[in-house]
């Protein structure tokens, strides 16, 4: 954080109703000194500080603005414990820690937003819509309204678009809200690559192959997922194609991040294939499916890529890339509890297969 010590002194000296020669010829310095304090340029020498701080009255803490540095690192520690809550999947908590730290910095807009988003993680229940709908759409008003901060905005808004659509089924003022935001090319990822030079500049490349990637997966499900008038068959090969992009990126098999979206493809392919009545080819997607689960489960939390794209990117297991309000670890859950129950996969459920896919979880357990 700046030390925004200039600004004070202004402050202060304005207060005071004098000049900068004035405060100059007292401190006993060139009144360009003076100048290039209060604009950020320079720092009085040490020994002033006290000098300044006992003539304006103050601490030389405040004037310092060491209050601001204590009041930072209170900031980060309840920004920290929400994050540390909502990964653990404790959203209850989260929110209380958060309210909690609202409450003692009430014009912090990084909380407030953080405050938006549990209460949008709340949200998972039609009771609980009701609930805090008005608080969540409240605060994303008071932030739009009030704070500067750009990032800030676009997550209030991102947020706000979210819960018109998902929780209140309010298209319009969801798709309102979508169409204020920055476009594609408007943002850090296509900038970097253009301003960055060397090693960063191939690094900022190799962050998009990663998250481009994801994007035309992710698009290609959600068109298969919304298109009425494909047939089976032509979802199928739609589907074939991202898996197939997928592992082209990734022909080392560390899609790492990309694990639950994978785990879904497959999944989706598997359910096409037992409405095609390729039952031993569904239960190969189980079984690719299982391992991924099981897999990512078992990576270190943090870790390189080696796939040629994108080696030595760094990968954290806090990176994977699953809806929050389904946010569940391990993987092993999602697959053992949300795919295999589903229906259709009911006329295989006593084919030996399935035992050795299920077992795939227990056997690591027993190692």
């Not at 569904?282 to 796939?307: G, I, M, Q, W, Y």
């Amino acid at each position: 954080m700046f030390i925004n010590m200039g600004a004070k002194i202004r402050v202060y000296r304005l207060k005071k109703e004098i000049t900068q020669d004035a405060l100059a010829q007292y401190l006993n310095v060139n009144c360009k000194d003076i100048i290039a304090w209060e604009e950020g340029e320079a720092y009085p020498p040490i020994e002033l500080i006290p000098v300044l701080a006992s003539y304006f009255g103050v601490s030389t803490d405040e004037l310092m603005c060491m209050d601001e540095f204590d009041n930072e690192d209170k900031i980060k520690e309840y920004a920290d414990l929400f994050q540390e809550r909502v990964a653990s999947g404790n959203i209850k908590e989260a929110l209380d820690a958060i309210r909690e730290g609202v409450m003692y910095f009430p014009e912090e807009y990084r909380l407030k937003c953080l405050l938006m988003y549990g209460l949008y993680l709340s949200c998972d229940r039609p009771a609980m819509v009701k609930h805090y709908s008005g608080e969540l759409l409240s605060i994303g008003e008071e932030i739009l309204g009030n704070c500067t901060d750009d990032a800030i905005r676009l997550e209030a808004k991102r947020l706000l678009c979210l819960h018109y659509y998902e929780d209140l089924r309010d298209t319009d003022s969801a798709r309102e809200i979508a169409m204020s935001l920055p476009g594609r090319k408007i943002c850090r990822e296509d900038m970097l690559p253009i301003i960055s030079e060397g090693e960063s500049k191939i690094a900022a490349i190799k962050e998009n192959i990663s998250s481009y990637t994801s994007h035309l997966i992710s698009a290609i499900m959600e068109y298969v997922d919304n298109s009425t008038d494909l047939k089976a068959k032509d979802k199928l090969e739609l589907l074939s194609v991202a898996r197939g992009i997928r592992e082209s990126v990734y022909p080392d098999g560390d899609i790492f991040e990309g694990a639950y979206t994978h785990m879904m493809l497959l999944k989706d392919m598997a359910v096409l294939l037992m409405s095609l009545d390729r039952p031993e080819e569904a239960l190969d997607c189980l079984s690719d499916c299982a391992k991924t689960a099981n897999e990512f489960d078992n990576l270190p939390k943090v870790l390189p890529h080696t796939s040629p794209l994108v080696k030595g990117m760094r990968f954290s297991k806090t990176q994977l890339q699953i809806p929050q309000k389904n946010k569940k670890t391990p993987l092993r859950d999602i697959f053992m509890n949300e795919i295999m129950p589903l229906q259709c996969f009911d006329s295989v459920k006593y084919n030996p297969r399935i035992t050795d896919i299920c077992n795939i979880f227990t056997s690591k357990e027993e190692e």
